[in-house]
């Protein structure tokens, strides 16, 4: 298993501006010291949150997936982060995970955010989505899902962890930081996994303000990569599967984990 070198773009967005934050992100892309092997955007990183998907939504094939397929041919690196999307007359709060080749892979926003009015107008994902870099295994999640543990849940067969990296993108305010640190750590020791939590700065169209946070925690729950707050921040980091495996042999709590199935989902189309 090799090293996963990764950079976090903690950045302002602009308020419902697609253009000038894909021509942003590609400054800030500019500004890498070196490869990596993924580029992580925040949610809904093209407008801000929440906004209305009628009018800003973009098709599967829209300006922004072609942005994201250049950047990611450009850097030899998987590129992705979350925007809204309309498929079959629906909106999505949608995770892209694009690859250098031009193939990409898609994850719904399952916990749409009701006190923000979000489930009002953006349909639920009913999917998992578990990717492969470098031989690492990847779960991405999007914001709110955050304070769901079952829906985030790790778990061990024959063939190993489902994941060893979960992923959350976010547009989390900075009136809720203390939760938001709270729950990637609870997160990264219940699981045994590596957490990468990547959260927005600035204010936003509504006034809410947001001060990123963003972080790499580890499975004993350590955070051993910040951001700084409240400015823009290329979290550039290297993840070790090694100390991953060495921890998990050492002190396998997973051996023990409860065996349940999630039923009855409500499905996406």
């Not at 990764?6 to 302002?12: E, R, Y």
């Not at 993924?38 to 829209?62: C, H, M, W, Y």
């Not at 707050?229 to 979290?235: R, T």
């Amino acid at each position: 298993m090799q090293d996963l070198n990764i950079v976090c773009l903690q950045s302002d967005l602009v308020w419902e501006n697609p253009e000038a934050n894909r021509q942003h992100f590609s400054v800030l892309l500019e500004q890498q010291t070196r490869h990596h092997d993924l580029i992580i955007l925040p949610e809904t990183f093209t407008t801000g949150f929440p906004v209305d998907p009628r009018l800003f939504a973009e098709p599967e094939e829209g300006p922004t997936i072609v942005w994201m397929r250049e950047k990611a041919a450009l850097y030899g690196s998987v590129v992705c982060g979350s925007l809204l999307i309309e498929k079959k007359g629906r909106y999505y709060n949608l995770f892209i995970w694009m690859r250098p080749d031009g193939s990409c892979e898609t994850y719904a926003k399952r916990h749409v955010f009701r006190m923000g009015g979000e489930h009002e107008l953006i349909s639920q994902g009913s999917s998992l989505l578990t990717v492969e870099l470098k031989g690492w295994k990847i779960r991405p999640m999007i914001c709110y899902d955050l304070r769901f543990p079952v829906w985030s849940r790790n778990s061990l067969t024959d063939g190993g962890f489902a994941y060893d990296l979960l992923i959350y993108v976010a547009n989390w305010p900075a009136v809720r930081s203390w939760p938001w640190k709270q729950l990637l750590i609870a997160r990264a020791i219940e699981n045994q996994a590596y957490v990468i939590g990547l959260n927005r700065v600035g204010t936003d169209g509504l006034g809410f303000n947001y001060s990123g946070d963003s972080s790499l925690i580890d499975a004993k729950g350590q955070a051993i990569m910040q951001a700084v707050a409240e400015k823009e921040h290329l979290l550039e980091m290297t993840l070790n599967h090694a100390e991953l495996l060495i921890f998990r042999q050492k002190f396998n709590v997973s051996l023990d984990w409860d065996q349940f199935n999630m039923l009855h989902l409500p499905t996406d189309h």
